[in-house]
């Protein structure tokens, strides 16, 4: 089965402190570390997993700039056979539905059997796997937390509804599938598997190489632009606890306390 | 045959019709020997390399004491003692055994050099010998069979009990004692029957006791149990050099050089290769032991030599706690896979992954490299090494669970478990009242400093743990110590990461590192932290000497520098915990006990497990964050260890010890009944100032965990 997984790199969260700039555009990004992107990890791993059980091919594709091969180099450490870096000037702010007609145009050269995208970016909007299955017109399931390979070109999917419960659906390849945290234990990238994939060669695609049209992409292209981050004010019934940690939780446990949150 | 037993004919000839049988004995005995232990060097052959060859005077040395000297055993008081009977017994008894079976082809050999009255002092001794081998054979047995000492039971999981099996091999060397006594008895009886001088002196012995009974009894009986003595002596003898190999008793053979091969270098963890240097290691296909080919040939010696005392499980903290994790069983599950797999006959080794057929994951992430086990080893089997090489295997893979992928992620891009932001590492130090009191200088290109104080992450992360950081500044700063700390350019030592098998990541730590440490033209350094101490000692290469604070302390008291008030609060009884990498992995026992007692007012109980039989705190570093499957934690038994030696004060000297500490206290519901403090806090608290100290933090009462896992 050849499979295709999207990913993204982004600012880790467990490892960095999100502030925002000093001018409120955007976060301050000087001392951040990057990831690939949680969900997309437990994508790459599922591919990888399918494909012990079926053969075929992974093949990670990201749509960024050269800073992000880092994260391609380490879903190829973990084991996928190929890594793409979508690449050029005119992709710069891009939103959601300029990302998947870049993606699209990129899936159209190939020849994919199931394409994978994390169920969400941790700074997204949980929209490109669906605006790609629809220009494509491929199926699409969301929040898909297991995945076995059935006869006849058909997947057995099940998401997580409510109280823990499994819903079972069948679905046709090719499709796009987003994938949920938890589905599986993505296995460990040590530095050295890293090491080692410094030097394997990634494939790149531009503009043109995609065919496409810089009207169709890019900031000219998006429909949705951001226009300011901010920190909400304290509203009413808001109350930020201030002092040391030792104070915090004192005060903490006595509002508790005080609510019959404690008994 | 037996007609040519003639009472007037010399005892020795009596063996004359026998000397084609008894040559083929012997040539079948050794050549089934030689064939034997052929067969086990195989695996050894296919080994990784280890070089072991080096420092022969300080490996004489080793032998000297743990071999012939049987330094470990009596830590056993019973199995310990009987074991010297049986191992003095033994070696007493080579001359003899060999003189026995050459007598059996060479009538009148006679070992050189036990001629004459020399011979008779030797016959004497080893008449008593055989006799204390045989009772303790009896008495062993019994043990066995009737006492059942616990650490001897074989849990469920592991198999089925050894009990027959060393009963067996007790039962062969009691014959083979009864067998060697009757042949000396029969020939002292039939001398003195035939009016010979036969002077049996030896009351009561064995071979006495045969002599005495066969006085009155016919020539012919005593010529017939003469040599079926001889052949069943013979017989037994090889039987048991043979069965030897394929069992618990392998390591009389394997003993000696198992203790001349032992590691000189406690504390330090093997390479992954030693026969690659490490700028090569790229070139490696595969880290670590993941088949059974790749673990060294001295830990193939190891698997042969266990004698299945069970005394490194019966010290296993992860064992005490219900983990998966038996030292002993570690072993045992490896002979029997070289026995499987390594044949007598017919093909060997098909390399099959260990992890998932003998060892499981949880297993292996089980140990807590406290060391326990090798400390108590009498055969200084190696375990850590083993260990870290499996998890090596494991990181390779890939295997490694969730729970320390996300510490070994943040290692590797913030350069410490927590993924803190490396700006923040020196906050402890600027903090506004402390530093009024005591300005902690930073290394960088203005500053420089004689010492290096080396805080490591926790120590400078957690806030609980900040409060040792900051006694240990003030230490340093009260005895007029010039030293700095490194800040941001300090990344976590790296001394966990490599003891859970990152050695790769470990490598980029401890390079970067040194590298900062040699930037910063400190002329030594000085930790609080003893798996820092650790790992600037063994691990790193070419940095400056290390101590750890309790060192500086012990020696500044010594010296007068310190001096302490007496405890307000005498009612309170102190003990002392020793960190597992202070105490086992560098012996430090004695410094941190001289500080205590230096406080005037201060008493101090032993738990009965300390110093080197300290009982581990639960592991540090990763171990934090690493979600084990356990009865129990393993810091409440130690917790409560403490509570039955009388003590409501822990004194420990590690982050990692008080960290576990701290929480277990609260687990098993000794809060406000028992309380835990880290050696550099209590110094801090007690040293006497010219003008009083600023009370910063109330460490005793502080116990909010914030960065570490649990």
Redesign the interface.
């Known amino acids: 089965m050849e499979i295709l997984v999207c990913a993204r790199r982004v600012p880790d969260t467990s490892e960095n402190e999100i502030t925002l700039n000093s001018a409120g555009n955007d976060i301050e990004r000087g001392e951040l570390v990057y990831s690939i992107n949680e969900a997309d990890n437990y994508a790459v791993e599922e591919a990888l997993q399918i494909v012990a059980k079926v053969g075929g091919k992974v093949t990670v594709v990201t749509v960024g700039s050269e800073d992000d091969e880092e994260i391609l180099r380490r879903e190829m450490a973990m084991g996928a056979n190929e890594g793409v870096l979508i690449t050029d000037n005119a992709f710069e702010g891009s939103d959601g539905r300029g990302i998947a007609t870049i993606l699209k145009a990129f899936v159209q050269k190939g020849k994919y059997d199931l394409i994978l995208t994390g169920v969400q970016a941790d700074d997204g909007a949980a929209q490109v796997g669906g605006m790609l299955a629809a220009m494509l017109d491929y199926p699409f399931a969301s929040l898909v937390n297991s995945i076995e390979v059935l006869d006849g070109r058909k997947l057995q999917i099940s998401r997580e509804i409510q109280g823990g419960n499994k819903e079972i659906s069948e679905i046709d390849l090719p499709c796009v599938l987003s994938i949920q945290t938890g589905i599986n234990e993505p296995r460990y990238v040590g530095m050295r598997g890293i090491r080692a994939a410094a030097s394997l060669p990634i494939s790149t695609y531009g503009l043109k190489d995609l065919g496409l049209n810089a009207r169709e992409v890019g900031v000219a292209a998006a429909r949705v632009t951001r226009q300011d981050y901010f920190v909400p004010e304290p509203g009413k019934g808001a109350e930020m606890l201030e002092g040391s940690r030792e104070e915090t939780l004192e005060k903490l446990v006595e509002l508790l306390a005080a609510k019959g949150g404690l008994r | 045959m037996l007609e040519l037993v003639q009472s007037t004919a010399p005892v020795s000839s009596w063996l004359d019709p026998g000397r084609t049988l008894f040559l083929i004995i012997h040539l079948l005995g050794l050549a089934a020997f030689a064939y034997i232990v052929a067969r086990r060097l195989v695996p050894l052959v296919r080994a990784q390399s280890d070089p072991r060859f080096d420092h022969p005077v300080a490996r004489l040395g080793k032998l000297l004491k743990f071999w012939f000297g049987q330094w470990k055993h009596p830590r056993y008081k019973t199995a310990g003692i009987l074991h010297i009977f049986i191992f003095s017994g033994f070696i007493l008894l080579a001359a003899r055994a060999f003189t026995v079976l050459m007598v059996g082809t060479s009538p009148n050999f006679v070992m050189p050099g036990l001629s004459g009255q020399a011979g008779r002092v030797y016959e004497s001794a080893t008449d008593y010998a055989a006799t204390v081998v045989f009772l303790c054979m009896i008495f062993a047995i019994v043990r066995r069979l009737v006492f059942k000492p616990a650490r001897y039971a074989v849990p469920a999981r592991y198999g089925k009990a050894h009990t027959a099996d060393a009963v067996f091999l007790l039962v062969l060397i009691g014959i083979l004692m009864v067998a060697d006594s009757l042949f000396a008895g029969a020939k002292a009886a039939a001398l003195m029957q035939q009016g010979q001088p036969a002077e049996m002196g030896t009351v009561f012995s064995l071979p006495w006791i045969f002599k005495t009974a066969l006085a009155s009894a016919s020539i012919s009986t005593v010529g017939t149990l003469y040599f079926g003595a001889y052949v069943l002596h013979a017989v037994t003898f090889y039987f048991l050099l043979c069965y030897r190999p394929f069992g618990i008793q392998f390591h009389v053979e394997t003993s000696l050089f198992n203790i001349y091969f032992a590691t000189l270098n406690k504390g330090a963890v093997k390479p992954v290769r030693w026969d690659l240097a490490e700028e090569k290691l790229?070139q490696v296909k595969s880290?670590g032991v993941k088949t059974f080919e790749d673990f060294t040939w001295k830990h193939m010696l190891d698997f042969y030599s266990c004698a299945d005392c069970g005394r490194c499980s019966d010290n296993c903290p992860a064992n005490a706690a219900g983990r998966p994790l038996s030292p002993r069983f570690l072993t045992i599950k490896a002979r029997d896979y070289a026995f499987q797999h390594y044949p007598m006959f017919g093909k060997s080794g098909n390399g099959t992954p260990l992890i998932g057929s003998i060892y499981s994951d949880d297993e292996i992430w089980s140990c807590t490299t406290c060391g326990a086990c090798e400390e108590e080893c009498p055969l200084l089997v190696e375990y850590i090494d083993k260990i870290v090489d499996l998890r090596r295997g494991m990181?390779?893979?890939?295997?490694?669970p969730?729970s320390?992928?996300?510490p070994?992620?943040?290692l590797?891009?913030?350069g410490n478990p927590y993924?803190?932001?490396?700006?923040k590492k020196a906050d402890w130090s600027n903090a506004n009242e402390f530093r009024e009191i005591c300005n902690v200088k930073l290394l960088d290109k203005k500053n420089s400093a004689e010492t290096l104080y080396f805080v490591d992450s926790v120590t400078s992360f957690d806030?609980r743990m900040q409060s040792i950081s900051r006694a240990t500044a003030k230490i340093l700063d009260h005895i007029g110590e010039d030293f700095g700390i490194l800040g941001a350019a300090e990344k976590d030592s790296g001394h966990e990461v490599r003891r859970f098998g990152?050695?790769?990541?470990f490598m980029?730590l401890r390079d970067h590192n040194a590298e900062a440490i040699k930037a910063s033209g400190a002329k030594r350094i000085i930790t609080s932290d003893p798996h820092a101490y650790n790992a600037l000692k063994h691990d790193y290469k070419d940095v400056p000497p290390v101590e750890h604070i309790s060192q500086v302390l012990a020696r500044e008291v010594k010296s007068g520098k310190i001096k302490f008030t007496p405890l307000e609060n005498t009612s309170v009884v102190y003990t002392y915990h020793d960190p597992c990498y202070l105490g086992r992995h560098n012996q430090i026992y004695d410094d941190p006990r001289a500080v205590l007692d230096a406080i005037p007012g201060l008493k101090r109980v032993e738990m009965p497990r300390s110093r080197d039989r300290s009982f581990c705190c639960g592991g540090g570093g990763l171990m934090l964050f690493y979600e084990p499957k356990e009865d129990q934690r393993i810091g409440v038994k130690r917790v409560q260890m403490a509570a039955e030696a009388g003590a409501n004060v822990i004194v420990t000297a590690c982050p990692f010890c008080m960290t576990n500490i701290e929480d277990a206290i609260k687990v098993a519901g000794l809060e406000g009944k028992m309380t835990a403090i880290d050696l550099a806090e209590l110094a801090d608290q007690q040293m006497a100032r010219e003008r009083p100290p600023v009370r910063v933090s109330q460490p005793a009462e502080?116990q909010?965990e914030?960065v570490t896992g649990r």
Request: with cysteine.
């Open positions: 790229d880290f990181i390779d893979a890939g295997n490694v969730q320390l992928q996300k070994l992620k943040a590797e891009s913030r993924g803190m932001m490396e700006k806030e990152e050695e790769t990541l980029a502080t909010l914030c």
